[in-house]
């Protein structure tokens, strides 16, 4: 049988755990990518229009309100609610969002498999900036 100082002592430890996670550092971004891709990819979005539809941080205009804000990568789960969250599926995903994922609402973008890429890293830059 626990008794009530049992009890207190478990509840302090578990509060006391809860704090020390809280307070930790953010962890570092996942992946890294060389600031001339990158910049590669900030050149890629402006060309694309990507910003018609989205607030994209680095981007000072247009800033749409269509599709979700494109930052913090490295902190959200999925990509668009279905694939798993890193740079390859994001590619994919930017370039061609109805065949990664059938009934997306944001069209097939006209921009290479090496553009995506490039587009993938500065997003997922944007956390380490």
Known sequence: MITGEQAFRHAAAVACAITLVA????????YTFDSALRERGREVIERAGCAACHEIPGIDWPQ?????PLLGFDDVGP??????NN??????????APAAKPGSTMPAMP??????????AYLYGLDSV
């Open 87 to 96: 740079p390859a599926n994001l590619a994919r995903f930017v370039r061609n």
């Open 111 to 120: 921009i290479s498999e090496e553009e995506a890429h490039a587009v993938a």
């Open 23 to 30: 307070c930790k550092q953010p962890p570092a971004s996942r």
């Open 79 to 84: 990509i668009a609610g279905a694939l798993p």
């Open 64 to 68: 749409g309100r269509t599709g979700p």
